[in-house]
């Protein structure tokens, strides 16, 4: 296999600089690097081209691509949604999803076209929403853990029904045999998968930790080898090998790496992917598009189109409103979920791989992310300036409560009754009498090192508002104070530094 740097520089550099531009204007990277494939490459210009190498890196950056949504999906964010904003989120996925699905099976496509067709127009791009989000300002806002959940659990789903499709393909036809066996070879896969990320995991980090084993070069090739496991799992099981990265992603989570460590490996692997190999995998992505869906395909374009925006509003408001009675509300949230452009631009190019999809669908479900995520930050920013003229954009920020204390001595102990009065209060010191005495005093206490983050992590730092640090060590001070700052983000530190 004949390498062409000069050919790797130039769909980097592309990339680069699209990508650059794209987040100037609000929109994730990636899509920079797809519209630098469609410009420069064989649709338009031709001046890129691809080559057997660039796919291979592009395949992987494609499988490291999904262990870092999985890495960056927190299910925990669900529970700040309420119930009306998870119905509305699942509707925002399942009506546009199955009005994408008629649409193209009613033009004479085959189900797993539907499907695919259906996957995309219901899908929500997580990076697109959490971007809009950010630049907004509305982070603390009950629409926005909505549209959060939204992009989960569209996530979520859409990489369950391609599994479907997947599975639908492989048996060729829909018979009762080859069905049961396409689902029970699914169901061994999410089995095996679920048992180790839940017990395997957290057993191979506190191994590696008692180990001495915690330098990031070795976990990151680590995780990488975990990722390529469940990868080969789920392609044993007749899934794409990039349902098991994503599921190998969901559970290398802070209890099985810290969250410090975690936090680390998941910049790592955005770094590596998203920085150099996801890219690749967009650019030639964009090779693939076809000019030609406007001449000939018109109508079906406007039809997906119509069925993806429609279907994701209104299917999200009409299950949003009667249960939070907020009919503004509601068609901000639905409007706002048509962010597309991560999973569904993977899940469609796979399927034009794998021969599902004929190149010209697959041309009209690019310019159908590409036309409705460039409408959402111009749509959202009205939308939210409607909600506050009305006085109707309810905050939701969970307000801090409670202190920690590093240090159980006399002077302590007294300072956690005083405080235990109007507020939570829990004590944490590696010093077992003090630990002893302060728990028959009645005060909650943790003993071990406020140096370890799991030890601070059942002290609650992670929801308290304050630390104070008053052990006769300086350093000990102080080192667990820039913990409490820079992992756990606590916004009030004091140390009390004594020589008494």
Not at 157 to 182: K, N, P
Not at 260 to 284: E, K
Request: hydrophobic residues 55%; contains cysteine; glycine residues 12%.
């Amino acid at each position: 296999m004949e390498f062409d740097f000069l050919n790797l520089f130039s769909v980097l550099f592309a990339a680069w600089l699209a990508g650059w531009l794209a987040s100037r204007l609000g929109y994730p990277s990636v899509l920079g690097g797809l519209v630098a494939g469609i410009l420069l490459g064989p649709p338009l210009l031709g001046l890129l081209h691809g080559s057997e190498a660039l796919y291979v890196l592009a395949e992987l950056g494609l499988l490291l691509m999904m262990l870092y949504i999985g890495m960056e999906i927190d299910p925990r964010e669900l529970k700040q949604a309420s119930w009306a904003g998870l119905l509305a989120a699942i509707a925002g996925f399942f009506v546009p999803f199955g009005l994408g699905y008629f649409a193209a099976t009613g033009l004479g496509s085959s189900h797993p076209v539907g499907l695919v067709v259906g996957i995309s127009a219901g899908v929500t791009s997580l990076a697109v929403n959490s971007r809009i989000l950010l630049d907004l300002r509305i982070l603390d806002t009950r629409i926005s853990h909505v549209m959060m959940a939204g992009a989960l659990i569209a996530n979520i789903l859409s990489l369950l029904v391609f599994s479907v499709v997947l599975g639908i393909v492989e048996i060729g036809e829909l018979e009762l045999m080859g069905v049961a066996t396409m689902l029970g070879k699914a169901v061994l896969f999410f089995s095996v998968t679920v048992f180790v990320g839940q017990k395997v995991f957290p057993y191979i980090g506190r191994l590696m930790t008692r180990s001495g084993l915690t330098g990031r070069p070795f976990h990151f090739t680590l995780v990488l080898i975990l990722a390529v496991l469940f990868g080969e799992l789920a392609q044993i099981a007749g899934l794409h090998a990039i349902v098991g990265a994503f599921i190998a992603g969901l559970f290398l989570r802070e209890n099985v790496l810290g969250r410090s460590l975690a936090s680390d490996l998941r910049n790592a692997v955005q770094d590596t992917s998203i920085g150099l190999l996801t890219p690749i995998f967009f650019v030639t992505a964009g090779f693939e598009v076809s000019l030609g869906i406007f001449e000939g395909q018109l109508g079906l374009f406007v039809l997906i189109v119509a069925a993806a925006v429609l279907g994701k509003t209104l299917g999200t408001a009409l299950f949003y409103v009667p249960l939070a009675r907020n009919w503004r509300e509601g068609l901000v949230i639905g409007a706002g979920m048509n962010g597309r452009g991560g999973v569904d631009i993977i899940i469609i190019a796979i399927a034009l791989e794998m021969g599902i999809l004929s190149q010209s669908v697959f041309s009209i479900l690019v310019f159908m992310a590409l036309l409705t995520t460039a409408a959402v930050p111009v749509v959202l920013k009205h939308g939210i300036g409607w909600l506050r003229r009305s006085g109707e954009l309810v905050q939701t920020l969970e307000k801090r409560t409670g202190t920690v204390i590093v240090g159980a001595g006399p002077l302590a102990r007294s300072l956690a009754r005083l405080l235990n009065r109007t507020e939570p209060v829990t004590l944490v010191d590696s010093n077992k009498h003090y630990c002893v005495v302060s728990k028959s005093e009645g005060l909650k206490t943790i003993c071990g090192s406020a140096l370890q983050e799991q030890i601070l992590r059942e002290a609650d730092a992670e929801r308290a508002e304050r630390l104070i640090a008053m052990t006769p060590n300086i350093e000990i001070n102080t080192l667990a104070s820039r913990l409490a700052r820079d992992v756990f983000e606590i916004p009030e530190i004091l140390l009390l530094q004594t020589e008494d």
